[in-house]
C-alpha cells in the first residue's frame, strides 16, 4: 500500500458515455479477443445491443475472436449459439477451453493414440477430444457397472493415460473414486479444461469447472491440474500457434478479473476491457485497479462501446 | 533436519512378538480410544483375533471407547455392525462424528430450533440430528425439484442457519450448488462431520468427506468448515464432557497417523499405538516419527496385543 509499491498501471478507467474517448480505444486495436458469458450474453438472454457493437467492430476492420472457458460446447455447439443470437459467427473464430485441451493434448503433449483418456466433464470435451483423435471414455457415458461396485472398478489403470476434468453438472462419487484411481500412477497426466471457481447462469453463480477438481486436489494431497483455459499461458500459446496475433495490437474483453483481465494482463496483450454484466463488479475492478490487476478500461455493458 | 529442531518424543517402537512390552504398555492405561475402520475391521471384514483382544482388555478392567470419523451410521447403526461381528459393545460406547456433530450444534452451538441444516451427507447425519431434536433436509432426500431447475433453487435461504458436510455417496451437483448458496451468506455456519481425504473400503482408497466439502471450500475463496471428526480438538472436548475421561492413563489406538495418531498426540493422551492394518504404512510411521509425529508404539495388527 505505500507508495514503493505502487503499481506501474493506471488506474481502471470508465468509458461509457465518452464517444471520444471509446473511438480512441478501440482504434489503438486491431484484435479484440472476447469472453462469451457475461459479456455476450447471460445463459440464454443476449444482452442488449451486443449484435450491433460486433458489426460495428467487424466494419472498422477488427479481427474478432472469441475465447471461452466453458466446456460444456464444442466449438461447433458454440457456434449454434451464436447463430441462435443472430450473431454471424464461423467456427473458426471459436476458441474454447475443450478445444485448446483437446489440442494440447493431441498436438503438443502427444498422448499416444492407443492410450485412452477419462473424462469428468461434458459433450464438448468429448467432442473435441474425438475430433482430434484421442480416445476417451467416462464423461456423458452412463457407469458401466452398478454404483455399489466402485470399490471393485477403482484403481490404476495402464491404459488410462490422462483425465481431463472440466464443469460436469452430472459429477458423481463413482466419477471422482475412478479419476482418484487413475491419478494414484504418477504418470498419469491431470489436466483441466478451465478452473474457474462458479459458473455464472440465469443470474446465479453455480459451481464451476474448478469445484469439479477441487476433490481430487484434496484427495492428491495438493496435486493441482494443469489448466489450459483462462487465464493459463497454454490457453495464450495455443491461440498465438492458430492464430497470426499481434499481441501489441490486441485487446482482451471480459467480464471476469481473475479469470479474462488476468489473461489479457499476463498474456501481454496491449489493453484489457472490463464489462460490468458478469461476475465482477465495478467496485471490485476498482480495487484490483489498485494492486496492478484492473483492466485499462471498463464499460457498464458491452453495447456502450457504441458510443 | 538438524540436531537443534530433534522432536521430544521418542522414535515409534514396534511391539509385536515382543510380550513383556505389551504387557507394560497396556498397563499404562485404563482407557482405550479405538479407531474402528482399519484396526477392527476392513470394511465388512472383521481381522484377526479382534474379539479375543477387546476381552483380554475388558477382563483387565481397561474402558474402552469407540471412535470413528465414518459419518455414515448413526451410533445405534454402528452397534448393530459391532453385533454382527460378533464383537459385544453397548451404544454409549461408541462415538461417531455424526453423534459428535449433532451434539455441538444442539449443546454448545445450540442451533435455534426453528432453522434448519442442509445436510450433504448420508443416514448416520440425518438421525442423530433428528435424535438431538434438529431440523435438517437435504441428505438422503431427493431433490424436491427437476434438475434443471438447480439455478432458480440456488441462494440464500434465511430459514438455513447451517450446512453440515459429511461423507456422501451420491453427492451430486445440485446438492453443491444448494450449499454453496445457502453458505453466500456468511451468517450460515460451515460444518463438516470430519475431513478425511479418503475413505478405506474393500481395500481400495475411495474419496472421504473432506472431499465432499472441498469444492465449496474452493468456491468459498478458501472458507473451510469446522470439522468435528479426529483430530479436531472439538471431539476431544466432546469426549471428555461425555465420559470421566483421565487423559494421563487413556491411549489411542488407530491406522491413520494425520486423523487417529494426531488426533490423540494433540489431544494430551498419554499414549498412542498404532496397527498396520489401514491407511498408514510401517515406512510412513517411521518418517512421522522423526518429525515427532509418530505413535508411541505400533504393531502389525491390534491382535498382536495378545503378545
Excluded at 3 to 26: H, M, V, Y
Excluded at 139 to 166: K, M
Excluded at 217 to 243: C, D, N, V, W
Aim: glycine residues 10%.
Amino acid at each position: 500500500m505505500s507508495s514503493a509499491a505502487a503499481p506501474s498501471r493506471a488506474a481502471p478507467r470508465k468509458l461509457t458515455g465518452k464517444k471520444e474517448e471509446i473511438d480512441a480505444f478501440i482504434d489503438r486495436f486491431d484484435t479484440f479477443l472476447f469472453d462469451c458469458d457475461g459479456v455476450l450474453w447471460q445463459g440464454n438472454h443476449l444482452l442488449p445491443k451486443v449484435v450491433e457493437t460486433l458489426e460495428m467492430l467487424r466494419s472498422k476492420g477488427k479481427k474478432l475472436i472469441f475465447v471461452t472457458n466453458n466446456s460444456t460446447k464444442s466449438r461447433a455447439a458454440y457456434s449454434s449459439k451464436f447463430t441462435t443470437f443472430g450473431i454471424p459467427v464461423s467456427v473458426d473464430e471459436i476458441f474454447g477451453s475443450a478445444y485448446s485441451t483437446a489440442v494440447c493434448l493431441a498436438r503438443v503433449l502427444k498422448i499416444p493414440k492407443d492410450k485412452r483418456v477419462f473424462v469428468i466433464g461434458e459433450a464438448g470435451i468429448e467432442e473435441e477430444l474425438s475430433a482430434e483423435g484421442i480416445q476417451h471414455f467416462g464423461g456423458t457415458q452412463p457407469l458401466w457397472f452398478p454404483e455399489d461396485e466402485v470399490a471393485e472398478h477403482a484403481g490404476p489403470d495402464p491404459s488410462v493415460s490422462a483425465v481431463v476434468v472440466g464443469l460436469d453438472r452430472h459429477i458423481s462419487y463413482a466419477k471422482l473414486a475412478l479419476a482418484f484411481g487413475y491419478l494414484q500412477d504418477p504418470a498419469v497426466h491431470f489436466f483441466a479444461t478451465n478452473v474457474d471457481s462458479t459458473f455464472p447462469t440465469h443470474g446465479k453463480l453455480l459451481p464451476g469447472a474448478g469445484s469439479c477438481s477441487a476433490p481430487l486436489t484434496y484427495m492428491l494431497g495438493g496435486r493441482a491440474p494443469t489448466a489450459f483455459g483462462k487465464p493459463s499461458p497454454a490457453m495464450m500459446e495455443s491461440i498465438e500457434r492458430r492464430y497470426t496475433l499481434d499481441k501489441s495490437c490486441a485487446c482482451m474483453v471480459g467480464d471476469r478479473l481473475n479469470t479474462d483481465i488476468k489473461f489479457g494482463i499476463d498474456g501481454g496483450l496491449a489493453g484489457t476491457l472490463a464489462v460490468l454484466t458478469g461476475v465482477s463488479t465495478e467496485k471490485e475492478i476498482l480495487k484490483a485497479g489498485e494492486a496492478g490487476e484492473g483492466p485499462d478500461v471498463y464499460l457498464d455493458c458491452l453495447g456502450d462501446m457504441l458510443g
